[in-house]
């Protein structure tokens, strides 16, 4: 049962770290609204239940372009109103909004608000309700510090969106008391958020109007300018998202993934397919059947692989235990890879005969190793201090750049092991000579 209180509605997050993503469920212990619901709708449903409050509305800040949404689903599942901008033109079934409408949800009220910016149709929600402030929903515009990035929509020119943006957020914070707190979809981890700020934010509009630097910078252009400048590559799967939840995705399956053997893993390999090893990287390094790419199973699991990954290829997962397996497969689903086309749980001596290792260093021993060391680490990352001598090539541009790598062996490193790792496997897997760097960049600078 909820916890008795005299405010007319509460907020419960369910946090999405594999994204970097926050859903909402806003409920006054009888009624709820549903706020940018990931795909993996059983973990809201079941969240409802324990509250003992039934969802009736469903809002969708914007078409996401980094995850597929849960909203139809969810409202198939529960009757519920699945609320989008009117302007989006979608095809499902959905109750159209534009900004200054308003409805009710239970004893608290929800207002519309147009902020375009992030992508052209955004809005955000603002609740309200007796006995506490209000709650805005951001979604991708105004964030913790920051602002969601305005170039993933294809067609837009993102300087113009980027002016959008900024009068959105200033908007959002004219209607906004300070004691109002803050909600985004997107900023914790997200590449949907631009720049970083470079202060905390305690998720009240009092304090984003001392933080945020759409709030802090008094000249348009210079905000613009800011703002398009901090902007870095962003996943490849990103692409692929808009369109399916323009088309409305369907239900996920979290079956069992079916099984496969050595033989069959083999036949795989030979014929390209991504065969991906869950394991740590250090694991992965000692011992590992040729050919299997390393993308350890952690929050940031999900972005890489799906990022490098050419879509539509066949998946095949290997994992020490089949919960692991299943913990990536429900990752996946959020978006759109829903059915690896099997796997394998156990140790690479059941996986194959054919096995393969390398070694691995940290930066205070990398003069035991001849050879070129391989930075994959982002541009903006490397302009702020790289090792003297060392070639560049950032993660999610290696599979299309293998040819254009100096010969011999390569000494990988990023800002902390894990992209490297992801690195050092594709590389063995072309046939190279690789050295795993397994250390932190900054300490290495220290």
Same mark, same amino acid.
């Given at each position: 049962?909820?916890?008795?209180?005299?405010?007319?509605?509460?907020?419960?997050?369910?946090?999405?770290?594999?994204?970097?993503?926050?859903?909402?469920?806003?409920?006054?212990?009888?009624?709820?609204?549903?706020?940018?619901?990931?795909?993996?709708?059983?973990?809201?449903?079941?969240?409802?239940?324990?509250?003992?409050?039934?969802?009736?509305?469903?809002?969708?800040?914007?078409?996401?372009?980094?995850?597929?949404?849960?909203?139809?689903?969810?409202?198939?599942?529960?009757?519920?109103?699945?609320?989008?901008?009117?302007?989006?033109?979608?095809?499902?079934?959905?109750? +159209?909004?534009?900004?200054?409408?308003?409805?009710?949800?239970?004893?608290?009220?929800?207002?519309?608000?147009?902020?375009?910016?992030?992508?052209?149709?955004?809005?955000?929600?603002?609740?309200?309700?007796?006995?506490?402030?209000?709650?805005?929903?951001?979604?991708?515009?105004?964030?913790?510090?920051?602002?969601?990035?305005?170039?993933?929509?294809?067609?837009?020119?993102?300087?113009?969106?980027?002016?959008?943006?900024?009068?959105?957020?200033?908007?959002?914070?004219?209607?906004?008391?300070?004691?109002?707190? #803050?909600?985004?979809?997107?900023?914790?981890?997200?590449?949907?958020?631009?720049?970083?700020?470079?202060?905390?934010?305690?998720?009240?509009?009092?304090?984003?109007?001392?933080?945020?630097?759409?709030?802090?910078?008094?000249?348009?252009?210079?905000?613009?300018?800011?703002?398009?400048?901090?902007?870095?590559?962003?996943?490849?799967?990103?692409?692929?998202?808009?369109?399916?939840?323009?088309?409305?995705?369907? +239900? #996920?399956?979290?079956?069992?993934?079916?099984?496969?053997?050595?033989?069959?893993?083999?036949?795989?390999?030979?014929?390209?397919?991504?065969?991906?090893?869950?394991?740590?990287?250090?694991?992965?390094?000692?011992?590992?059947?040729?050919?299997? #790419?390393?993308?350890?199973?952690?929050?940031?699991?999900?972005?890489?692989?799906?990022?490098?990954?050419?879509?539509?290829?066949?998946?095949?997962?290997?994992?020490?235990?089949?919960?692991?397996?299943?913990?990536?497969?429900?990752?996946?689903?959020?978006?759109?890879?829903?059915?690896?086309?099997?796997?394998?749980?156990?140790?690479?001596?059941?996986?194959?005969?054919?096995?393969?290792?390398?070694?691995?260093?940290?930066?205070?021993?990398?003069?035991?190793?001849?050879?070129?060391?391989?930075?994959?680490?982002? +541009?903006?990352?490397?302009?702020?201090?790289?090792?003297?001598?060392?070639?560049?090539?950032?993660?999610?541009?290696?599979?299309?750049?293998?040819?254009?790598?100096?010969?011999?062996?390569?000494?990988?490193?990023?800002?902390?092991?894990?992209?490297?790792?992801?690195?050092?496997?594709?590389?063995?897997?072309?046939?190279?000579?690789?050295?795993?760097?397994?250390?932190?960049?900054?300490?290495?600078?220290?």
């Amino acid at each position: 049962m909820p916890t008795p209180t005299t405010a007319s509605f509460n907020v419960e997050t369910i946090e999405t770290p594999a994204l970097g993503d926050r859903s909402y469920l806003v409920h006054d212990g009888k009624v709820a609204l549903v706020v940018d619901p990931q795909r993996d709708i059983d973990r809201i449903l079941d969240l409802a239940e324990r509250l003992g409050a039934r969802i009736t509305h469903i809002v969708e800040t914007h078409v996401h372009n980094d995850y597929v949404s849960g909203g139809l689903a969810l409202a198939r599942a529960t009757g519920a109103l699945h609320v989008h901008a009117d302007a989006e033109g979608l095809a499902f079934e959905h109750q +159209p909004v534009i900004g200054g409408s308003s409805f009710d949800v239970g004893s608290f009220q929800v207002e519309v608000v147009a902020t375009p910016g992030h992508t052209p149709h955004h809005l955000s929600y603002v609740v309200r309700g007796a006995g506490r402030p209000p709650a805005a929903f951001t979604g991708g515009s105004l964030l913790y510090g920051t602002v969601g990035r305005t170039d993933l929509v294809d067609g837009i020119d993102p300087r113009e969106a980027t002016r959008s943006q900024y009068h959105s957020v200033r908007q959002l914070a004219d209607l906004l008391p300070d004691g109002a707190t #803050i909600h985004p979809t997107h900023g914790f981890g997200s590449f949907c958020a631009s720049t970083q700020s470079e202060s905390e934010s305690d998720g009240s509009m009092q304090t984003e109007r001392e933080v945020n630097v759409a709030l802090t910078t008094d000249d348009e252009d210079t905000f613009v300018d800011r703002i398009l400048s901090g902007l870095t590559a962003h996943p490849a799967y990103y692409a692929h998202m808009d369109p399916l939840n323009r088309a409305g995705a369907w +239900p #996920i399956d979290l079956s069992t993934p079916a099984p496969v053997d050595a033989a069959e893993l083999g036949r795989r390999l030979h014929r390209g397919e991504w065969v991906v090893d869950l394991r740590g990287r250090r694991l992965f390094a000692a011992d590992h059947v040729r050919g299997t #790419i390393n993308i350890e199973l952690n929050d940031s699991f999900l972005t890489y692989l799906g990022w490098l990954i050419p879509w539509g290829i066949g998946l095949t997962l290997l994992a020490p235990t089949s919960e692991e397996i299943t913990e990536a497969q429900r990752q996946l689903a959020l978006i759109g890879i829903d059915r690896p086309r099997g796997a394998a749980a156990g140790r690479p001596n059941t996986w194959g005969d054919d096995r393969n290792n390398y070694p691995v260093t940290t930066f205070d021993h990398l003069d035991t190793y001849d050879g070129t060391v391989l930075d994959v680490r982002r +541009p903006d990352e490397r302009s702020t201090g790289a090792i003297d001598g060392s070639v560049h090539l950032p993660l999610d541009e290696l599979l299309d750049s293998l040819d254009e790598l100096p010969p011999g062996r390569l000494l990988v490193h990023c800002a902390s092991g894990f992209r490297a790792s992801i690195a050092a496997s594709l590389l063995a897997r072309a046939g190279r000579d690789v050295v795993l760097i397994d250390d932190s960049f900054d300490r290495e600078r220290q």
